[in-house]
């Protein structure tokens, strides 16, 4: 193989390894970034017909605006969804594709300048540009725009070295292809045009008029709407200096917009140095193709191809302002890279220690890059506007009756793609001013025509309402039931619920569920409830008002813990929250006042149909002392619900995804799990599983198996929980399965496997398909958890009294500290320490007493050891246990003296561990119990 086959072949392995490298950094979490109001303007075009996305009509509230761009990249991104799909991920791999060409393209048009050590680096800087992965992951046409602009520089000097028809084609083809993607290359292609006059233009003049007339040909159609355009005063644009465009672009390219500007000055001055110095070495290079074959004039072209379409957009803005951030020049940056590579590459040429000094620059300069790119992934303030959370959280606690009103109607487009059965308005109207006559009708209807409005006022809308009247009017003819705000790269999102009919009275509010329940204590009544359904599907929110009353002034904040029990009685599911969501606390409440407060409870997708019945208690927000209501109960029933299937659980998608088949039965997915657990400790599973009804009444087994094969823990039971009534499965039904593994306190500490298996009604496995049923298994391997051994100590700690007590099994109270008085109403802290002779059989429980002289409790705390941190069956020989209790003393105790008892018993039967030398428990000694 010559030498020029094993470069060529580096050259390929090279570029390969980048696009690998891009396309990983590319992909990660696409599916999860959010869409801004620009992109949504681009989801709703590609879902018209082809006839609407080539108008470049975009409809706005229903009235019709015009696309500020051409329609090319539309086109393209139309055919690719209809392909592939509208999911986030299939609309942004478009952007990546493109960003990965432009990898390539970059490559071939640096090294045929200047060879393949320059057109590596070149396409090294592309590959990691954090400026590049920001717009790959974005819906918009500049990952195509810079791909293009790549493909125009190779066409440029292909047609300056061989003007022929087929590089004379190749060059327009580009040109008109970037025309009809951004307005903006305009600029880049009119520096294009300005180098060719100096190169092509002396020696081909009448190719060069031809080329021009054709390139004047294509852009011929924009000329009308850009003169109108010219004209209209558009949102957010205002005129930049050029100074401050030009850093804006330097910082921008060399190290992305995810890096603060005052770490990044330095990798500036490493990018300006390699960008002149780029331009002088290719101007060299190419002095032939200029009159008088003048080095200082190909230079100063070369850097004019960056220079000039800055200048030309600066001069423009005193027309029109058109700068708005590095996007709008972005078509230039691949000539940045290509002279910036170029120069890297001549110094590393001179000789020893210009190659060191090159790649030190280089090596500074691509860590810059990786701190840029590292912080777009983790810095909260380098995310994407949190649409997606902001109208999830709508959607979540949206009731029928709501309405969505946004104050900037461009964002409705989003919430159509993110929430489309949501439905929504504007004000002001897209089209009207906030100080027109006809906004505030509007506002008032809209008022009107709904019980609730979802007032999405951030971002705002700073050419139809620059005063934010709107909101103002809302604050004054509304109550406000809820407010959230989420992330926003430049400002924060925020949304606001309003209750247009008053959610605050001086006269009883209308209830279906009618209460009268009393605190005294407060002065506080609950009137009554407003229960709009008693039909809930599964993954849903049971939605309900409370109606309070107040007599006096609230002494404590109070919040509401609402539960849902199942028809056995056993919590299923408990939301705690704050009546008006915490904006009006009730240490606020005026008395003699009626307050309606929204509420409501999620049931988790996957709750077996049935019967449940929805309880409520009022506690102290911040001792968590329940208040007990004049019937001597701290719960209020609000009775029955009836949980349905959710009509649309094919379509729901668990938080972590899993696939499995196992006969009719499907595996979908699992609540998300803890990395690590220790040892003796339990961890709380939930799993997702599609059941026919012939599978009504099958089991589902999970197991957690270490590395070596050991089983550290292994929870078994049926599908449906055992209140669930079988005979309700009329179809495959989405339950949630949700098990506890205790882990094994002796088990060995490591990584360890979770594993689920699925048996029928008779207890034989019904194997999982896998490979597309080419391979069965019996047990699912699910995910990982990181077993963690609890620490041990050994040495005997210094500190109370010592005791010696032995029970059986090996079990030594060897000190015990205890206060010799306490106050009734306080707490005692009892702290024993023990010895272990070695695990024990079973895991016992730890009781301490304080008792009367007729040996009556009158205060006790049970526990498992250091508060189930230590079970008692995974001690080992001569470890030492400090094990705290806190005993409650009743604050009508009476003074006295009372005796202090431990021991110990089973945690499952109850039954006491007895002392070596007799009896069941110790005696400690006593404590004096004073008066409050």
Known sequence: MTRTHTTRWRSLAWVSVLILTAWFIRTQGLSERTFWQDEGLTLWQIRQPLAVVWSGVIEVQGVPTQNTHPPLYFLLLWAVRHAIGMSPFAVRLFSVWWSLLTIPLLFIATARLAGRRAGGIAAALVALSPLYLWYAQEVRMYAMLVALAALSLYALVRLVETPTRRTVALYLLTAAALAWTHYAALFFLGAQFVFLFFTLGRRHIRLYLLAAAVAAAVVAPFVPF???????????????????????????????????????????????????????????????????????????AWLGLVVLPVLAMYLAGYVKPMYQGVRHLMVISPAFYLLAGVGLAALAARHRVGAA?????????????GVSTAAYFVDPAYQKDDTRGMFAYIADHFRPGDLVVLHDPVLSHVLEYEQPTLPWTALPRYGTHAEMPVARQHFSDTLQSAERIWYVHSPGNSLADPDNLIDAWFM???????????????????????????????????????????????????????????????????????????????????????RLFAPDGTLWVQEDQFPFAGLSPTTTWSPGSYRRSPHSVRLPMGTPPGVYEVRFLLYDAETGEPLVHANGSPDVSLGQVHVQPNPHQAEWRAPVRLRGQAGEARLVGADPWPETVRVGQSVALAFYVEVPPALADAFFDVELVAEDGTRLARAEGTVLPAFAEPSRLTAPTLVQVRRTLAVSPSGPAGDAVVRVRLRDARGEPLPWARWWGLRRTEWLAVGRLRVEDRPRRFEMPERGTPVGAAWAQGVQLARAEWPATVRAGETAPVVLIWQAGGATEARFKVFVHLRDAQNRVVAQHDAEPAGGEAPT?????????????????????????????????????????PLAEGGDEWRLGVVQVQAP
């Not at 500007?261 to 330095?266: D, G, K, Q």
């Not at 000094?357 to 810059?368: I, K, N, V």
């Not at 279906?512 to 929110?541: C, F, K």
């Open 226 to 300: 850009i003169i109108k355009r010219l004209g209209v005063v558009e949102r957010d644009f205002f005129f930049v200096p050029l100074h401050v465009m030009a850093r804006d672009l330097l910082h921008g390219f060399t190290v992305g917009i995810s890096l603060p500007v005052t770490y990044s000055t330095p990798i500036e001055a490493i990018a300006v140095l390699a960008l002149v110095w780029g331009a002088w070495s290719v101007g060299g290079r190419t002095r032939h193709w200029f009159p008088g074959r003048s080095r200082w004039l190909a230079a100063t």
């Open 357 to 369: 000094a090159s790649g030190a620059l280089l090596a500074c300069w691509l860590l810059a890059l």
């Open 476 to 562: 004054q003819a509304a109550d406000v039931l809820d407010a959230r705000f989420f992330h926003g790269q430049t400002v924060a999102l925020g949304v606001t619920y309003y209750d247009p009919h008053g959610a605050v009275a001086d006269r009883p509010q209308p209830t279906n569920v009618p209460l009268n329940i009393a605190y005294p204590a407060e002065g506080l009544r609950l009137e009554g409830a407003r229960v709009p359904s008693r039909e809930v599907a599964a993954g849903e929110r049971f939605f309900f008002d409370l109606v309070w009353y107040n007599e006096r002034p609230l002494q404590r904040n109070l919040k509401v813990s609402v």
């Open 873 to 913: 069956n995974g001690w080992q020989a001569g470890e030492i246990i400090v094990d705290e209790h806190l005993v409650n003393v009743p604050a009508e105790t009476p003074p006295g003296e009372y005796g202090l008892y431990v021991g110990l018993y089973d945690s499952v039967s109850g039954a006491r561990l």
